[in-house]
């Protein structure tokens, strides 16, 4: 884009500036979200003839009112961190993997396997290398989609939601055939699942040290997924690969003139994307159940991309954008037990939250867009009809979005 | 083999392609206007439910009976689908939010109204309704239903939208290339500052065109409920939105080649349902053919065998006209 060329030498001045400034809008936005989906709940807990300021306090209370309450938010967002943070890789790269729901479920079976093939492995070894197992699974299931669009130009918004499909088949014959269990767990042998696995090759309930009950299944890979974070910020701000990514992200074009190989790095992305979401089911299976049932926990990897978009494709910003989704589903207890309002008002609440994420991100970044271009000096050219191609603003999905397509025309000729 | 395997295979291949075929060409309007549409999973899901309280509501609360009852309820479903495809629309069109991240959006949050709808309608059960619901009659195709040798069974007791949907295309492909309206829009999803220097409103056919293709993908959803099921269960979809939009990519976005791709894929839906025992297939683990479609695909838009070109400016924020 031409706009690129004209913000960027005055962009070296005025960095500080506009970068507090995307900070500042950014929370404004998401500030404005969130009051807009409060609003939106309180409407329909009117609707159903209750007080909104005692069910939003009651869902307060029920995730954050006591250590058992954080308990359960911290549990239920740790494979959310997870799964945002996969998302978020590949679209700094300009790159959107909505497979990470495929990629876990491959890495829950390769993750499975290791587990009751290897299970004669000394306790820490065992984990280890089923957590490696489960990276690998998922990097195998997203090296494919990688592969393709480097290779021949396929798009990965197709490949990436044929391979989910094809994952879930996968899963499925997995369940039936080989990891099918060898002997039929007492009480419950109606449910199809994996054999239980070693007791050393589980993940350690942290809950107890914090006052937390054990049915929390507050496990340690909170603590990775935390690391994780971190080790993605330092890699996209510290790392060549980072600055490289974001190059290709914001502008294929120049990024390839300035001698930045594309097509390696955006392989690069979809495998540590792929890496980071074989993380995702481990809480649900080695901290939570200690098998492979049939009716796993579906769609986290989807509600991973809701949770990337929350916290602005930021690590950090992911990290409470997980607990805040952690905290609004813990509510749901509260809504089951005082009161009138379904369970399903959760749902509702975090539906409106991300559509209206979406919406008033895409108009805070306009609005920031034009006035950052102004500064620079274009204004009138543009307006405020600047496209989502300008800087400032979360980047990823919307290049990703805008070529949709287009690679695979380009690779008909 | 017996011939009726075959028979009773193909007659729910004509079930499962009602189904892809009528949300295919949703995403089809919606693609031809310029709107990537991966949102057909979410519409169709929203068709279920409604779908199917349509059916009951309509037919025993309102007692209109048969054949109202079911019909009205199918069209609730479009209804619904259509209302909620309106989400989709005004993110896309009027915010111009990324078509891929608004249609992910609608995925996810198709789900939650599902069972918000669901425990609604159905006495606070959110994730199934009671079975057994109302649905239009059985029909045997003339003729066809009479064929010899077992091949009868293919074409008997259909649901009359099975006739619906196939007949669709006549009315879809000349409304396209016929009508005038067709041509705008399709000239929406290839070049929208050339329409638009003709005069023509973008925003205006892109927001028909994704109202449409929540219409239909409303309309097979609670095809899917209320005929062949009986009633609402969550997952009943069973990700037959995704093999929609497969076989919609595979048919280079026309209503002619869509047909023969969604009965191709329904029948493989159908092949593990009736075929176990055919030589082959039996060697092979049911789960495997239900991976066909998407492999299939992928081979086919990494470029290997033949090509798929989607409409232009597809998937492209529109910057003139409408919009915040």
Same mark, same amino acid.
């Given at each position: 884009m031409a706009t690129e060329g004209l913000a960027a030498p005055v962009a070296v001045a005025k960095q500080r500036s506009s970068w507090a400034e995307t900070l500042v809008g950014q929370l404004l936005a998401l500030l404005a979200s969130l009051g807009i989906a409060l609003l939106a709940g309180s409407v329909l807990i009117v609707a159903y003839g209750e007080s909104p300021a005692t069910v939003y306090s009651s869902i307060l209370d029920a995730s954050m009112g006591s250590a058992d309450g954080i308990g359960y938010v911290l549990a239920i967002a740790t494979p959310l961190i997870f799964s945002a943070l996969a998302v978020a890789v590949c679209f700094k790269g300009g790159l959107f993997n909505i497979g990470v729901e495929g990629q876990y479920l491959v890495a829950m079976v390769t993750a499975a396997w290791a587990e009751i093939e290897l299970g004669f492995l000394p306790g820490p070894i065992l984990v280890v290398v089923v957590l490696l197992a489960a990276m690998l699974g998922g990097m195998i299931w997203a090296a494919v989609p990688g592969i393709l669009k480097v290779k021949t130009g396929a798009h990965e918004v197709v490949t990436t939601i044929m391979m989910n499909q094809i994952?879930?088949?996968?899963?499925?014959?997995?369940?039936?055939?080989?990891?099918?269990?060898?002997?039929?767990?007492?009480?419950?042998?109606?449910?199809?699942?994996?054999?239980?696995?070693?007791?050393?090759?589980?993940?350690?309930?942290?809950?107890?040290?914090?006052?937390?009950?054990?049915?929390?299944?507050?496990?340690?890979?909170?603590?990775?997924?935390?690391?994780?974070?971190?080790?993605?910020?330092?890699?996209?701000?510290?790392?060549?690969?980072?600055?490289?990514?974001?190059?290709?992200?914001?502008?294929?074009?120049?990024?390839?003139?300035?001698?930045?190989?594309?097509?390696?790095?955006?392989?690069?992305?979809?495998?540590?994307?792929?890496?980071?979401?074989?993380?995702?089911?481990?809480?649900?299976?080695?901290?939570?159940?200690?098998?492979?049932?049939?009716?796993?926990?579906?769609?986290?990897?989807?509600?991973?991309?809701?949770?990337?978009?929350?916290?602005?494709?930021?690590?950090?910003?992911?990290?409470?954008?997980?607990?805040?989704?952690?905290?609004?589903?813990?509510?749901?207890?509260?809504?089951?037990?005082?009161?009138?309002?379904?369970?399903?008002?959760?749902?509702?609440?975090?539906?409106?939250?991300?559509?209206?994420?979406?919406?008033?991100?895409?108009?805070?970044?306009?609005?920031?867009?034009?006035?950052?271009?102004?500064?620079?000096?274009?204004?009138?050219?543009?307006?405020?009809?600047?496209?989502?191609?300008?800087? &400032?603003?979360?980047?990823?999905?919307?290049?990703? &979005?805008?070529?949709?397509?287009?690679?695979?025309? &380009?690779?008909?000729? | 083999m017996p011939f009726t395997d075959i028979a009773v295979a193909l007659q729910i291949s004509f079930t499962y392609f009602t189904i892809i075929y009528l949300t295919g060409l949703g995403g089809l309007f919606s693609e031809r206007s310029g709107i990537v549409n991966i949102g057909l999973e979410g519409l169709m899901i929203i068709g279920t439910v409604t779908g199917a309280f349509g059916a009951r509501f309509f037919t025993d609360t309102l007692e209109l009976g048969l054949p109202w009852g079911p019909i009205l309820g199918l069209l609730f479903g479009a209804l619904c689908g259509a209302i909620f495809a309106g989400v989709h629309a005004v993110a896309t069109i009027s915010f111009r939010v990324d078509h891929i991240v608004s249609g992910v959006v609608i995925n996810l949050v198709a789900i939650g109204l599902a069972r918000f709808l669901s425990s609604a309608f159905f006495n606070g059960q959110s994730t199934q309704s009671d079975p057994g619901g109302p649905h239009l009659a059985r029909l045997d195709i003339p003729l066809l239903s009479s064929l010899p040798g077992g091949l009868d069974r293919a074409f008997q007791s259909l649901s009359p939208m099975v006739l619906v949907a196939a007949f669709m295309?006549?009315?879809?492909?000349?409304?396209?290339?016929?009508?005038?309206?067709?041509?705008? %829009?399709?000239?929406?999803?290839?070049?929208?500052?050339?329409?638009?220097?003709?005069?023509?409103?973008?925003?205006?056919?892109?927001?028909?065109?994704?109202?449409?293709?929540?219409?239909f993908a409303g309309l097979s959803g609670a095809f899917l409920a209320s005929e062949v099921i009986g009633n609402w269960r969550e997952g009943q979809t069973l990700g037959l939105g995704f093999?929609?939009?497969?076989?919609?990519? %595979?048919?280079?976005?026309?209503?002619?080649?869509?047909?023969?791709?969604?009965?191709?894929?329904?029948?493989?839906?159908?092949?593990?349902?009736?075929?176990?025992?055919?030589?082959?297939?039996?060697? %092979?683990p049911p789960q495997f053919i239900r991976m066909i479609p998407y492999i299939v695909t992928i081979v086919a838009i990494a470029g290997f065998v033949g090509r798929v070109r989607p409409p232009a400016a597809a998937g492209k924020a529109y910057e003139g006209g409408g919009g915040t």
């Open positions: 994952a879930i088949s996968l899963v499925a014959w997995a369940l039936n055939f080989p990891l099918k269990f060898s002997n039929a767990p007492p009480g419950q042998n109606v449910d199809l699942r994996t054999d239980q696995f070693p007791e050393g090759g589980l993940v350690g309930d942290i809950g107890q040290y914090f006052g937390v009950t054990p049915g929390a299944h507050l496990s340690w890979l909170l603590f990775l997924a935390i690391a994780a974070a971190v080790i993605v910020w330092f890699m996209m701000r510290r790392t060549r690969l980072g600055y490289e990514s974001r190059a290709v992200g914001s502008s294929p074009g120049s990024a390839k003139a300035g001698g930045v190989a594309i097509g390696s790095t955006q392989l690069r992305l979809f495998l540590i994307s792929g890496a980071l979401a074989g993380l995702v089911g481990m809480q649900q299976i080695l901290a939570d159940r200690g098998y492979l049932p049939q009716n796993y926990v579906v769609f986290l990897g989807f509600t991973g991309i809701a949770v990337a978009f929350l916290g602005q494709n930021n690590p950090i910003g992911i990290i409470f954008a997980a607990i805040l989704w952690g905290v609004l589903s813990r509510g749901e207890v509260a809504l089951q037990i005082e009161s009138e309002v379904p369970r399903e008002f959760i749902i509702i609440l975090q539906g409106i939250l991300i559509l209206s994420v979406v919406i008033t991100y895409q108009i805070a970044k306009r609005r920031l867009a034009a006035r950052q271009l102004q500064r620079a000096g274009a204004a009138g050219e543009l307006d405020d009809s600047a496209g989502p191609d300008e800087s &400032g603003g979360p980047r990823g999905p919307e290049i990703g &979005g805008r070529e949709a397509f287009e690679a695979v025309e &380009g690779s008909g000729t | 295309v006549v009315p879809v492909w000349y409304a396209l290339n016929r009508l005038r309206w067709g041509l705008r %829009l399709r000239s929406c999803g290839e070049n929208p500052e050339a329409t638009r220097s003709l005069g023509v409103s973008v925003p205006l056919y892109r927001y028909q065109g994704v109202l449409l293709s929540g219409a093999i929609a939009l497969a076989a919609l990519i %595979l048919s280079n976005w026309n209503p002619i080649r869509l047909m023969f791709f969604a009965w191709l894929f329904g029948f493989a839906t159908a092949i593990p349902l009736r075929l176990n025992d055919a030589p082959v297939i039996s060697a %092979l």
